[in-house]
């Protein structure tokens, strides 16, 4: 179809961006996660097709990859900051933790690595994190009002684990 893995990148992030900040801002949880996880399956793609490609995949498309991939979680923890924040809600605040160590848990791993030490070690991977979020706003957007607060609360926990546990890797090392 020419279309290449850089592109599929591209396509995923932007639009997991802006259907996450665009449908989580106005209260259409259940409806924009089903666009945001249509968008996100790209992410699932890209990856494969760079492999299967003549290159093999680059670096640029690497760090493309991983970049927008960051842009991607940041929005939509945006999108649920702008929820929260909308609905006069404390839970905005936890939001805002959630995005700092959104940022915060891959950052350790790129500093870890770019000093010559393996740290993919962590109960809340990026995966991980992503479903959470995702089935905290479908159930929310289907009426279980708990299950985003229960989300972000547990996510937020598992994240701060998932820091430590890099921490410690590099510390041993």
Request: glycine residues 8%; aromatic residues 10%; contains cysteine.
């Given at each position: 179809m020419k279309v290449s893995a850089n592109a599929l990148t591209i396509?995923?992030?932007?639009?997991?961006?802006?259907?996450?900040?665009?449908f989580y801002s106005r209260d259409q949880l259940f409806v924009g996660t089903l666009v945001v996880s249509l968008f996100a399956l790209s992410d699932l793609f890209d990856g494969t097709m760079a492999r299967l490609s003549n290159n093999q995949g680059t670096k640029w498309g690497a760090?493309?990859?991983?970049t927008l991939d960051?842009?991607?979680?940041?929005?939509?923890?945006?999108?649920?900051?702008l929820y929260f924040r909308n609905a006069d809600s404390d839970f905005q605040y936890l939001?805002?933790?959630?995005?700092?160590?959104g940022g915060l848990?891959?950052?350790?791993?790129?500093?870890a690595e770019s000093l010559g030490i393996e740290c993919s070690v962590g109960v809340a991977e990026r995966a991980e994190r992503l479903i959470l979020?995702?089935?905290?706003t479908a159930l929310a957007g289907l009426g279980i009002d708990i299950a985003l607060e229960a989300a972000l609360v547990l996510l937020a926990l598992l994240s701060v684990v998932t820091v430590l546990q890099r921490m410690r890797v590099v510390y041993r090392a």
């Amino acid at each position: 179809m020419k279309v290449s893995a850089n592109a599929l990148t591209i396509f995923g992030a932007i639009g997991v961006s802006i259907s996450a900040i665009y449908f989580y801002s106005r209260d259409q949880l259940f409806v924009g996660t089903l666009v945001v996880s249509l968008f996100a399956l790209s992410d699932l793609f890209d990856g494969t097709m760079a492999r299967l490609s003549n290159n093999q995949g680059t670096k640029w498309g690497a760090l493309l990859d991983s970049t927008l991939d960051r842009v991607s979680d940041a929005a939509i923890a945006t999108g649920i900051w702008l929820y929260f924040r909308n609905a006069d809600s404390d839970f905005q605040y936890l939001a805002l933790v959630v995005l700092f160590l959104g940022g915060l848990i891959p950052y350790i791993r790129a500093r870890a690595e770019s000093l010559g030490i393996e740290c993919s070690v962590g109960v809340a991977e990026r995966a991980e994190r992503l479903i959470l979020l995702l089935i905290g706003t479908a159930l929310a957007g289907l009426g279980i009002d708990i299950a985003l607060e229960a989300a972000l609360v547990l996510l937020a926990l598992l994240s701060v684990v998932t820091v430590l546990q890099r921490m410690r890797v590099v510390y041993r090392a």
